[in-house]
């Protein structure tokens, strides 16, 4: 029997990758198979999981960050000829000590999608999360020339926010004061009129529009598709024919709690494996107390170690193993 090890990062300690094989030495030591297959929705760690399970090289490219300065970013061109970019590593909040949330941009996200573009790829995928920007994706397009060029761009988006809700909901992560809120949100219904004279674009409804700060929105408007994120990333994984191929599941994720009920990685693999009829199990640095997720759970903050992001590879091997031999006990 095989254990499918499926997670998403465990932000600060392991990236996805990395949880997917601590956890697969666990159900080795439970005595049975496993198959690693680390996922993402979207967000930061989308390249590292498509680059997991497809063949494709690592590219890095000179770009603008998101307070200007120059940073070096990676991304990645699969032998089909598509791109994986994520813009949090050109515009990312991570890039910056302290953020200026009305000055932070997207261009280096539109130069590293132009360098793809350049590069040949026909079929850019764009992960969106872990921004540092509101700007409505306007440096972006600024980079591109407002244009696609001909090529598929996909946005994947890893929330549903609209446009013009970006600034209330995403702004505080991002340094923004209440002022600040005020004047990105003027910025974005500007923004959003300019794209529907421009190209008759309305993003201000649009689903996912307002992931990074707006920057979906504004691909939108010259042509770019938003999709869900972890649908893209489970596709090009190849994670149905996984499961299929599976006796039971292990996901997680550094965080679990109401927000990962809301279409995040692991909610969606709990509801493939129901499906499925596969049993499965959730691996998570911390889990909200109170919450419900139908299946066996593991936190690693309640697994007596004194530093849970230090000893996290170990802490996933052995609640894998504890939690294989549950959901494999009696078959």
């Known amino acids: 029997?095989?254990?499918?090890?499926?997670?998403?990062?465990?932000?600060?300690?392991?990236?996805?990758?990395?949880?997917?094989?601590?956890?697969?030495l666990g159900v080795e030591r439970a005595g049975f198979e496993a198959q690693p297959l680390p996922l993402a929705d979207g967000g930061e760690g989308t390249l590292a999981a498509i680059l997991g399970s497809r063949e494709g090289t690592v590219q890095s490219t000179?770009?603008?960050?998101?307070?200007?300065?120059?940073?070096?970013?990676?991304w990645a061109a699969l032998a089909d000829g598509t791109a994986i970019v994520e813009m949090a590593r050109a515009s990312g909040l991570a890039l910056v000590a302290r953020n200026d949330a009305l000055?932070?941009?997207?261009?280096?996200?539109?130069?590293?999608?132009?360098?793809?573009i350049a590069h040949g790829c026909r079929r850019v995928?764009?992960?969106?999360?872990?921004?540092?920007?509101?700007?409505?994706?306007?440096?972006?397009?600024?980079?591109?020339?407002?244009?696609l060029h001909g090529v598929a761009v996909e946005v994947a988006c890893d929330v549903t926010t609209t446009?013009?809700?970006?600034?209330?909901?995403?702004?505080?992560?991002?340094?923004?004061?209440?002022?600040?809120?005020?004047?990105?949100?003027?910025?974005?219904?500007?923004?959003?009129?300019?794209?529907?004279?421009?190209?008759?674009?309305?993003?201000v409804a649009l689903p996912g529009s307002g992931a990074a700060g707006g920057l979906a929105g504004g691909l939108a408007a010259i042509g770019a598709r938003l999709v869900n994120g972890f649908d893209v990333v489970a596709n090009a994984t190849g994670f149905e024919a996984a499961l299929e191929a599976s006796s039971a599941v292990l996901t997680g994720e550094g965080k679990v709690d109401a927000s990962t009920l809301t279409g995040k990685a692991v909610?969606?693999?709990?509801?493939?494996?129901?499906?499925?009829?596969?049993?499965?199990?959730?691996?998570?640095?911390?889990?909200?107390?109170?919450?419900?997720?139908?299946?066996?759970?593991?936190?690693?903050?309640?697994?007596?170690?004194?530093?849970?992001?230090?000893?996290?590879?170990?802490?996933?091997?052995?609640?894998?193993?504890e939690l294989t031999l549950e959901l494999l006990r009696d078959r």
């Open 1 to 24: 029997m095989t254990v499918l090890c499926c997670p998403d990062k465990f932000r600060g300690s392991l990236t996805a990758p990395e949880a997917a094989a601590a956890m697969c």
């Open 62 to 74: 000179r770009v603008t960050g998101p307070d200007g300065s120059p940073v070096e970013a990676e």
């Open 103 to 116: 000055s932070a941009t997207t261009y280096g996200s539109g130069e590293l999608i132009a360098a793809a």
């Open 125 to 147: 995928i764009v992960g969106v999360g872990g921004s540092a920007t509101t700007d409505g994706g306007l440096g972006a397009l600024d980079a591109l020339g407002w244009t």
């Open 163 to 203: 446009f013009l809700d970006a600034p209330a909901i995403f702004g505080p992560q991002k340094g923004a004061s209440p002022a600040d809120i005020a004047l990105l949100a003027e910025r974005l219904r500007d923004l959003a009129r300019r794209f529907e004279e421009l190209s008759g674009a309305d993003v």
């Open 267 to 321: 909610a969606r693999v709990l509801d493939a494996a129901r499906a499925a009829e596969r049993p499965a199990a959730v691996i998570a640095g911390g889990i909200a107390r109170g919450l419900e997720l139908g299946a066996p759970a593991r936190a690693l903050t309640a697994m007596g170690s004194g530093n849970t992001f230090r000893d996290a590879p170990a802490l996933v091997e052995a609640a894998a193993f």
